[in-house]
């Protein structure tokens, strides 16, 4: 027979505030800051207000002795090899490129790493949430995340193939925003096909998760 869990995590609020958060200051943010110094001043000026930007959000965790997010070292790793890139050339395109082929990198980092206990997505979802020991531990969500992460691999080789044909065609201006808001489409629908994936998992496994409940007091407490 199979016994039930209850497992507590954050409200829904608090999860989206946390994940937005996250992808305003490491991605909304860097791509608005270079769009508005390529208008205004040059090229080169955009580029390194991008890193800046980004720079100064890691060091301040560091200084601060917070957390860093796994998302935040990886876009930024990324963005000092585009940065790099586009000083050197001076080219949009490969500035844009270099990103845009990630999407194949990180679809390829998704798939070699499904087969591990714990693969890449389950690390990049503790940024978003937390998962008491309990339930990242789980025989159950360790297989959840090895299927899920099949999924994530489509989704960004989809979405790579996509924005390399954006950026063979549009201006720089019109590709920022179509290939910015198909992206983020694409990745909202997936992330409510994932949490609806994730919660059927969780009732197949007779776990029950309750969002935003405060965690029961400990005895003697």
């Excluded at 507590?8 to 110094?37: C, K, Q, W």
């Excluded at 065609?169 to 290939?179: D, E, I, P, Q, Y």
Aim: aromatic content about 10%; charged content about 10%; overall charge positive.
């Amino acid at each position: 027979m199979r016994h039930s869990m209850t497992i507590d995590l954050p409200s829904f609020r608090n999860l989206v505030f946390g994940g937005g958060r996250h992808l305003l200051e490491s991605t909304l943010i860097p791509a608005g800051l270079f769009y508005l110094l390529l208008t205004l001043v040059s090229f080169d000026s955009g580029v390194l207000a991008a890193l800046c930007w980004s720079a100064t959000v890691l060091v301040t965790r560091l200084v601060l002795r917070k957390r860093v997010p796994a998302v935040l070292l990886l876009t930024t790793a990324l963005l000092i090899a585009r940065t790099v890139l586009g000083l050197a050339t001076g080219s949009t395109f490969l500035y844009f490129l270099q990103p845009t082929l990630q999407n194949f990198v990180v679809a390829s980092l998704f798939l070699v790493s499904a087969p591990f206990n714990r693969p890449l997505l389950a690390r990049l979802a503790g940024d978003f949430c937390a998962f008491p020991d309990a339930l990242s531990g789980h025989p159950g969500m360790r297989r959840f995340f090895q299927r899920v992460s099949l999924l994530w691999a489509l989704v960004f080789a989809v979405n790579g193939a996509g924005t390399l044909l954006m950026l063979a065609k549009a201006t720089v201006g019109n590709f920022l925003m179509v290939s910015t808001a198909g992206s983020y489409t694409l990745v909202g629908i997936t992330i409510a096909a994932s949490l609806w994936w994730f919660r059927r998992s969780l009732r197949s496994e007779g776990i029950v998760l309750r969002m935003g409940a405060r965690p029961a007091a400990l005895p003697g407490l």
